[in-house]
């Protein structure tokens, strides 16, 4: 059972979500053409209960599976910079990814701002429920785990913000008047402290499970792994290690079989830490708004676009007998562990597999796949990070036995293959390591990221077009930087 999270009123109220921007005092003004709204809360009238409480918090969740969150902006800033990913689809849809993809992009690409906008709605809503909830007079324990999920949400989101454009406005609270609108980037090192003692927090009080009603919600061990990979991002190793070994302990194993993983009926499952809850739910209007499986879906085909394809690189890179490869990549002319024969004829050579849905299962009144959750977090990330946190701080007994755990199951039972990690030597553990999240990672909108803070841009994507001292991070949105009338800088080269 999902926890189902409906798209409240609230996303709606809050002096920023008023109005567009989040930088300049807003023109909202009353007119003879302002109606109310109908079968929706009014904001005055929000904050008093402990219902209003849930309906806020319920709407944290609701807004991540956004199109901004998980669809067309994400797959820009996160994923087909890659050289995991590339645009795929017909030559002339959706072209303004190619300038990701080659790292000529401006700053006037509308994906930027969509990315921009969808991680500062997130974090508007947090910050009214940071801001508001405490007033409120209601249960102590649900007040403060209610608390605890909007900063682990805002962590979230403003590591997204951060390892996208570097420095960002950092923005603790809903403004309250026109000197708190337009505020300048902070640098990201404060912006890193800020998520450290959010997910802190956040982990002090989530608790570790949850009833089925409330399967979904962020949890101990998701604040703790979020942390980790945020250490991971500064160099922190020995608290990348500490972090992980804890969450190595609260009960979370790799699921058996790593295909099955992904699909519909196993979403939540014992590897999973941390997943956006997507569903369709005909008796709540605007529960479907995912696009994450539909833009990837097959082109073709019931599936959908086929953006976001698996390159020719990602298909060499897995050795020999590794069930990912077929896990991973859908390659036109094949049958579907599902049943679901691909024709010869779609447009490009593979696909992504991690967001599929069944054809059978696709409701055409809704966006193709809307139902399928997206993995955010999972176990075997957890692992690959102890492994790397192990490695350098020089114990390699450790890091050989998380890398080879991720291994094990990618040999899908079979003897002979992928064979177990046995150096000792820090580099070639290293560069195994990495290796490995290339490929147990692929297609989750981190290798682009990955391979910036390994040091490695210049040799991985350096071919595409990427040049040290400017493509480590996005350009700052144009919209923006015009609307702060020149608060925000642009990053160099941009």
């Known amino acids: 059972m999902k926890l189902n999270y409906k798209n409240n009123y609230i996303q709606k109220i809050g002096l920023v979500a008023l109005c567009t921007s989040l930088f300049t005092l807003p023109a909202c003004k009353k007119s003879f053409l302002d109606v109310d709204p109908q079968a929706q809360q009014p904001a005055i009238t929000f904050w008093k209960t402990q219902d209003d409480a849930t309906k806020a918090v319920n709407s944290i969740y609701g ?13 820009a800033i996160e994923s087909v910079g890659g050289d995991d990913a590339e645009k795929g689809s017909d ?4 072209s303004y990814y190619n300038s990701y993809d080659d790292f000529s992009v401006s700053s006037t690409e509308g994906q930027l701002q969509g990315f921009w906008n969808g991680q500062y709605k997130n974090i508007n809503l947090c910050n009214q429920v940071l801001d508001n909830i405490p007033a409120i ?27 996208a454009y570097g420095d960002v406005p950092l923005r603790l609270n809903v403004p309250k008047d026109a000197s708190e609108f337009n505020i300048p980037r902070t640098p990201k090192a ?17 608790p570790q499970t949850y009833p089925a009603a409330d399967l979904g919600r962020a949890t101990k061990g998701a604040a703790l792994a979020l942390h980790a990979k945020v250490a991971m991002y500064q ?84 050795e020999p007998g590794d069930v990912r490869r077929d896990a991973t990549i859908i390659f036109r002319g094949e049958t579907t562990p599902q049943g679901d024969a691909i024709p010869v004829t779609v447009p490009n050579p593979m696909y992504s597999q991690k967001p599929y849905v069944p054809f059978n299962l696709i409701n055409s009144s809704y966006n193709q796949g809307a139902q399928q959750n997206v993995r955010v977090i999972r176990y075997a990330e957890v692992l690959l990070m102890n492994a790397e ?23 899908g039972g079979v003897a002979g293959v992928l064979p177990d990690v046995t ?48 493509n480590e991070v996005w350009p700052i949105p144009s919209n923006e930087i015009d609307k702060s009338a020149g608060t925000l800088t642009q990053n160099p080269g941009y």
């Open 63 to 75: 807004i991540l599976r956004a199109n901004d969150n998980t669809g067309f902006p994400a797959i």
């Open 91 to 94: 030559p002339n849809d959706a």
């Open 137 to 163: 007079s209601m249960d102590a324990g649900l007040k403060a785990r209610y608390l605890a999920e909007a900063k682990f949400v805002r962590a979230y989101s403003y590591f997204r913000l951060v390892r």
């Open 190 to 206: 404060q912006v890193y402290a800020a998520i450290e003692k959010d997910l802190d927090d956040a982990a002090a009080v989530l």
């Open 235 to 318: 160099q922190k190793w020995t608290d990348v290690l500490s972090l992980t070994n804890t969450v190595m302990t609260m009960g979370y194993s790799l699921f058996p079989n790593y295909e099955q993983s992904f699909r519909l009926n196993n979403e939540n499952n014992v590897e999973s830490i941390f997943e956006i809850q997507c569903e369709i739910i005909p008796t709540i209007d605007g529960s479907a708004t995912s696009q994450y499986s539909q833009i990837q879906g097959v082109r073709g085909t019931v599936g959908g676009y086929g953006l976001n394809v698996p390159t020719a690189a990602l298909a060499a890179a897995y």
């Open 389 to 411: 946190a192990a490695n350098e701080q020089g114990n390699p007994t450790l890091a050989k036995t998380s890398l080879n755990l991720v291994r094990a199951r990618a040999r």
């Open 423 to 470: 150096s000792t030597d820090k580099e070639v553990i290293r560069q195994a390591i990495w290796k490995e999240r290339f490929v147990e990672l692929a297609m989750e909108y981190d290798r682009y990221f990955d391979v910036i803070r390994q040091g490695r841009g210049t040799a991985v994507f350096g071919p595409k077009g990427w040049k040290a001292g400017k």
